[in-house]
């Protein structure tokens, strides 16, 4: 993910990740409202990491249609801030 702004619950944003397809890549592009960003455990072990579980960036959005998805974040992953969160400036 990268760096230059903290994403925040509430404001709207646009997610493009780099999906592998065969010898080549595709983009696939999800905007929607954050609901929530950080690390979350996943189910899968791990030697060596904090609870002996595999740690992963995920971001949790509210499409406008008002699905509810939850994206792993890599170092493909990008971030773009379409709008601020209800009572934040600019």
């Known amino acids: 993910m990268q760096a230059g702004f903290e994403v925040l619950p509430g404001q709207r944003v646009r997610v ?3 999906v592998r397809w065969g010898a080549s890549s595709r983009n696939h592009v999800v905007e929607g409202r954050v609901q929530s960003v950080g690390q979350e455990r996943t189910g899968s072990w791990f030697a060596h990491s904090k609870d002996h579980k595999l740690w992963l960036d995920r971001i949790r ?3 406008d249609d008002g699905e509810l998805i ?3 974040l890599d170092q493909y992953s990008r971030i773009e801030l379409l709008e601020e969160a209800a009572g934040e400036s600019a």
Do not use: G, H, W
Request: aromatic letters at 0%; hydrophobic letters at 35%.
């Open 16 to 18: 493009t990740q780099q």
């Open 61 to 63: 959005l509210e499409k």
């Open 70 to 72: 939850a994206l792993n």
